[in-house]
């Protein structure tokens, strides 16, 4: 006999969930809503910081816990009243900061740190508004940057040379991201699973992992049910990975997998 299923779904923000122009989530409404209804637990993944995250978190009534910079952390709601609680992996901004050396060696570019932007350039290259760029410059885990010729990275040649010195850099919709070599949000996304257990009880996990940046690989391979989201320009990346793969963009490419999966 088979055993009852226990659905979870993760999804990336940026270019899936949130528009990657405007950052709107209109259209992934009626993904959400759908989730809601039939009681699935939507657990949000991203490189955004916490401080941001916690406002979309709020806006969306979501209650669950969320994955903020890439797996650096995650937020787990406590009581009613009490602030949430953050499980914190890897290196901390401040020791990343002082290993950029060995980025720009393993790199073989000349890169500009996300910490060295101003509110108004950080607020122009992503499009979001001056408080907005504000939360997203409280880093805690990871350093987003970009290299300044504006040339791309070889992230498997990057990640071998950075590997022995326990770092890593992905990329995300905009920005490559520096940090703890195996922190990622396919660890945290196991970490999740792990506490759900006494919720599952002896019904099995099933993951849905939803995704469209390099930086979302981890997440997708840690699932059962992965999907990939095409980009603005149709493309998707994660060729390797046996997914879904959405014919609409962004949070209108979210809603489509989840009705596909869950209608």
């Known amino acids: 006999m088979n055993r009852p299923a226990f659905h979870i779904v993760f999804t990336d923000l940026d270019g899936t ?9 209109e259209q992934s409404l009626p993904g959400i809503r759908l989730l809601r209804e039939i009681g699935i637990p939507l657990i949000l993944v991203s490189s955004k910081t916490a401080a941001e995250m916690e406002i979309l978190h709020h806006e969306l009534g979501l209650d669950g816990p ?36 060995l980025l720009a060696e393993a790199t073989g570019k000349s890169v500009r740190l ?4 101003s509110i108004e350039e950080i607020a122009e290259r992503t499009k979001l508004d001056r408080a907005a760029a504000a939360l997203a410059r409280e880093r805690s885990f990871t350093i987003p940057f ?4 504006g040339s791309a990275i070889d992230l498997h040649a990057a990640n071998m040379a950075l590997a022995k ?87 209108e490419g979210f809603t489509e997998a989840v009705m596909r999966l869950f209608a």
Do not use: Q, W
């Open 17 to 25: 969930l949130l528009d990657h122009n405007d950052y709107g989530y």
């Open 66 to 101: 969320f994955v903020c910079e890439n797996g650096g952390g995650i937020v787990f709601p406590v009581r009613p009243g009490e602030p949430p609680r953050l499980e914190a992996y890897g290196m901390g901004v401040n020791d990343l900061a002082a290993r950029i050396c």
């Open 114 to 117: 996300f910490s060295d932007m």
């Open 146 to 149: 970009i290299t300044t010729d």
């Open 165 to 251: 010195d326990g770092l890593g850099v992905t990329r995300g919709g905009r920005f490559y991201h520096f940090g703890a070599a195996g922190v990622d949000k396919g660890r945290a996304v196991r970490r999740i699973c792990e506490t759900f257990r006494p919720a599952a009880g002896e019904a099995e996990i099933v993951t849905t992992g939803i995704g469209d940046s390099e930086n979302d690989l981890p997440m997708l391979h840690a699932v059962e049910r992965p999907v990939l989201v095409r980009k603005p320009d149709g493309s998707v990346v994660g060729a390797e990975i046996d997914a879904m793969i959405t014919e609409g963009i962004g949070p």
